[in-house]
């Protein structure tokens, strides 16, 4: 379901009922609820088209060992003795909040990072640790890691941050210990990598091979390069000028070169994947639309936008530079993905781009005044200056509003982005000739929901549109996935059990289903039935805290001692860091049975 609203109804009532007395608000790691919602795997056929970065540097390697000296081609890289030369690999970090300590190290070839807790004595009461096989991030502003457990993948909860020089927490791991339990989600890792295997619906459960291509590569951004690859074997006559076969950015249209950019460099307040569509459907010259819309809530006068993180497209549009364009201008007239110039170099290289619409005339500075900066006549570092990142330590970013003046107010424009079909969210990325046509009812159902967490006023919204797909599409598993939980939220238990089963039977599973109907089936005080449909959610998300806690509860208030035993052993295998869990095992394992 799109509506993944306040979800913490068992969180705080599970370790209250284990140990009568005791309750403990519980984290939870956050979901990818679009893919876990909608998303469907790749046909083989698809991924067949593929033939990676390296069949293409055949033909062209002066401009592919160029691009892997870029961010995007060193996005991800597979952790080997020789990447580890030359690296800071040791570090040791304090989380004061948890009474944990964080160690990285280096040993034998490979990288590692360790949790552990000591007790008063100086005994070590518990230590996790994993080896890192994949560093994620190009370290302009620093890079972390990813660990394998089983068939999922996780964040290392250090990383290493470019500008002290240092490990520290993992971004978010300041707001509460997730260990090494915090998922890699298609999501993230869509925009990371080059062609990853996340199972939609596995909450970081990864296929074998987890990645066909570890960095970003030359078919992120140019679509499969099979039919290009087979044409241009046939002989250097096979084809005329461009190939048709293989797409060229800078031939598109500027809003569908943009959409390749808007993949992943623009957020918005919710991105939602069209029914049956995962991340890796999208294909460079589609509409970007065609697989995911990406809404965002209106700005206001008195609270205009502010983040940086991922609005680049966005921010570029409210630009003079873009708005004189007539929408012509477009991400690739300042980027070129295949060159990245140094600190050094980026003033002069991103100055000649502005020189191609703007002359020396433009700026109203003198020449004398701009050499005098520093860096000299840096148009960027004027009209782009860099803010640091709110979301995460010790990192900058561009601001992509282009500034004729540093108190320049917002456009007009920037709060007049709805339209009557959508009145009261923007839609950033219509498909070219589709501007003021809302997205599907599904999507809608979707962004409303997403957005209640933080933005209840869309409440009314979000059910005026479940209430049109009851009507209309009412055997949709996710129109009934939502009316189940619109029924367990209003007390009727029974008809939500009916319709989250439905959902359940004609779509994919996921966790979220599963905990509902468990809580239904609780509330008519099914609990045998609730253990089974909880335990089919543990196996689908084995490594979810809050789900693995409610499950050994009932086990226990159904006095299946042997199995709450077995599943908080398993719990503690996982979880180490959880004080509470390791005191109620101690007492199982003391007593025979838990308590």
Request: net charge neutral.
């Amino acid at each position: 379901m799109g509506n993944r609203r306040i979800k913490s109804r068992f969180r705080c009532l599970v370790c209250a009922a284990l140990l009568g007395s005791f309750s403990l608000l519980l984290g939870v790691a956050p979901v990818d609820t679009q893919s876990a919602n909608n998303a469907q795997k790749k046909s083989p056929a698809s991924a067949d088209q593929y033939v990676g970065s390296q069949a293409c540097a055949t033909c062209h390697r002066d401009i592919y060992a160029k691009y892997l000296q870029t961010g995007m081609g060193r996005s991800m890289v597979q952790i080997t003795p020789e990447w580890l030369k030359g690296q800071r690999t040791s570090g040791s970090v304090e989380d004061k909040n948890n009474q944990l300590q964080f160690e990285s190290y280096a040993q034998d070839g490979k990288l590692y990072q360790s949790e552990h807790q000591s007790g008063s004595d100086g005994q070590e009461i518990f230590r996790d640790t994993h080896e890192l096989e994949w560093i994620i991030g190009a370290g302009e502003n620093g890079y972390g890691g990813l660990i394998r457990q089983g068939t999922h993948l996780f964040q290392t909860p250090l990383s290493f941050y470019s500008k002290p020089g240092r490990w520290e927490l993992s971004p978010g791991y300041e707001l509460g210990n997730l260990g090494f339990n915090r998922p890699i989600l298609p999501g993230c890792i869509s925009c990371h990598s080059g062609r990853p295997n996340a199972v939609a619906d596995g909450n970081g459960r990864f296929e074998d091979p987890q990645f066909s291509e570890v960095a970003i590569g030359c078919e992120n951004c140019h679509g499969p390069g099979l039919a290009h690859v087979v044409s241009a074997q046939l002989g250097p006559d096979a084809f005329q000028g461009r190939d048709s076969r293989i797409v060229n950015p800078a031939a598109l249209p500027p809003a569908l070169a943009d959409n390749i950019c808007m993949s992943c460099h623009q957020t918005g307040d919710v991105r939602v994947l069209k029914p049956g569509k995962n991340h890796g459907d999208f294909r460079p010259g589609n509409p970007l639309d065609d697989t995911m819309s990406i809404l965002m809530v209106p700005p206001k006068r008195e609270s205009p936008p502010q983040s940086d993180l991922l609005e680049h497209y966005y921010s570029m549009t409210l630009s003079k530079c873009y708005r004189a364009s007539g929408e012509r201008m477009s991400c690739i007239s300042c980027h070129d993905p295949h060159v990245e110039p140094t600190r050094e170099e980026a003033p002069e290289y991103f100055r000649k781009k502005c020189l191609t619409c703007h002359t020396e005339k433009s700026c109203t500075l003198s020449l004398q005044v701009r050499e005098q900066q520093h860096p000299a006549d840096d148009c960027a570092g004027c009209h782009m200056k860099k803010r640091d990142v709110q979301e995460i330590s010790h990192s900058s970013i561009t601001n992509h509003r282009i500034l004729a003046r540093p108190d320049e107010p917002f456009p007009e424009i920037a709060f007049q982005q709805t339209t009557a079909a959508l009145p009261d969210l923007i839609h950033l990325n219509p498909a070219p000739g589709k501007k003021g046509v809302p997205p599907p009812a599904l999507t809608l159902l979707q962004a409303y929901g997403e957005l209640l967490g933080k933005h209840p006023e869309y409440t009314d919204r979000y059910f005026a549109v479940l209430n049109e797909l009851e009507r209309s599409d009412p055997n949709n598993p996710l129109v009934q996935g939502a009316i189940g939980d619109r029924d367990l939220r209003a007390g009727k238990h029974e008809e939500a059990v009916v319709h989250l089963q439905k959902a359940l039977k004609n779509g994919p599973a996921n966790t979220l289903l599963y905990t509902d109907l468990a809580e239904a089936l609780l509330k008519l005080d099914r609990k045998s039935e609730a253990v089974v449909v909880l335990q089919k959610a543990s196996e689908l998300d084995p490594f979810n805290a809050t789900l693995r806690k409610t499950l050994i509860l009932q086990l226990i208030q159904t006095k299946d001692y042997v199995n709450a035993k077995t599943e908080m052993e398993d719990y503690v295998q996982r979880f180490p860091q959880d004080a509470f869990m390791r005191q109620m095992l101690a007492r199982a394992q003391g007593a025979g049975r838990p308590q």
